[in-house]
């Protein structure tokens, strides 16, 4: 499986401290600017809206997982080697960055006897490094057993949404953007996690800010855009793992050359080298 590296999202952020940074961060703001005064405002789209949110989830599985079975992914464990121990889950939830602590402890919440809730302790211990102490072979064929589960599967979909996609989508809105827009901050919340640092989604959207105006403002969505790519790309390219730029390339950029600022369908796409469709 060639599942592509992230940098660390969370540390050692407990779900208090990652909600407070969701909510509180200038990227995540809720309100918008007033429009300028005859301006043309694109009209935002809704990537919440069932349809879309599932083209969404194939379109990052197919850079996350090389797959467009996304669903196929819940029982997905392993360490990849990129420092941040185990990677596992429809997102790549790590046991080194706080966000796989996060996702047991909610699971744990609602479901108390699961597969993962003995290994709590040993998670807490090892958030913030590449340690397998405590967890090994015997934590990954837990992982996997809970993945079987509805309950454990609804647990990281709503981690997912509750840390990535709600607030970045969120975040889409208010800017005006459309469900390509929208789509482009969550694959960017995806690889390069919330905050407001020059190399998070947040410092990503600030840097676009400075070249561009956003619908909200007045200005135009495929100006913005191109602006949110090309800073996206500068921070990409600092880190190895993300050199690659083909997920914004020959993806994003591709659908916005269309006109596909609705991303319907059929869509078409490579991402690393392989292509892609979507009827």
């Known amino acids: ?20 940074l969701v909510i509180t961060t200038p990227a995540f703001s809720s309100a918008a600017p007033a429009p ?8 935002a789209g809704d990537l919440s809206a069932p349809a879309k949110k599932e083209i969404a989830m194939k379109l990052v599985s197919s850079a996350e997982n090389s797959s467009l079975d996304w669903k196929a992914q819940y029982k997905y464990i392993e360490d990849i080697g990129d420092g941040r121990g185990y990677t596992a889950g429809i997102i790549g ?29 040993a998670l807490r211990k090892v958030n913030g490094t590449d340690s397998h102490a405590g967890l090994g072979s015997a934590f990954e064929s837990a992982w996997k057993q809970a993945a079987a589960t509805t309950a454990f599967q609804t647990a990281q979909n709503n981690e997912r949404d509750r840390v990535y996609f709600n607030p970045s989508v969120n975040q889409g809105k208010s800017d ?79 659908f916005l050359s269309e006109g596909n600022f609705d991303l319907h369908t059929p869509l078409k796409w490579k991402v690393y080298g392989d292509s892609y469709t979507i009827n």
Do not use: W
């Open 1 to 20: 499986m060639s599942k592509k590296l992230r940098p660390v999202l969370i540390g050692t952020l407990g779900a208090a401290s990652v909600a407070a």
């Open 36 to 43: 300028v005064a005859g301006a043309s405002v694109f009209a």
């Open 93 to 121: 939830f790590c046991s080194g960055t706080g966000d796989m602590l996060e996702l047991v402890e909610a699971y744990t919440n609602s479901v108390p006897g699961n597969p993962l809730a003995k290994y709590l302790p």
């Open 176 to 254: 005006g953007l459309s469900n390509l827009g929208q789509f482009a901050y969550y694959d960017a919340i995806v690889m390069h996690g919330p905050g407001d640092s020059s190399d998070s989604f947040g410092g990503i959207r600030k840097a676009a800010m400075k070249k561009a105006k956003t619908p909200a403002q007045g200005g135009d969505e495929a100006t913005y855009l191109k602006a949110f790519f090309a800073a996206r790309k500068v921070i990409m390219k600092q880190e190895e793992a993300h050199a690659d730029t083909s997920r914004v390339d020959t993806e994003q950029a591709k």
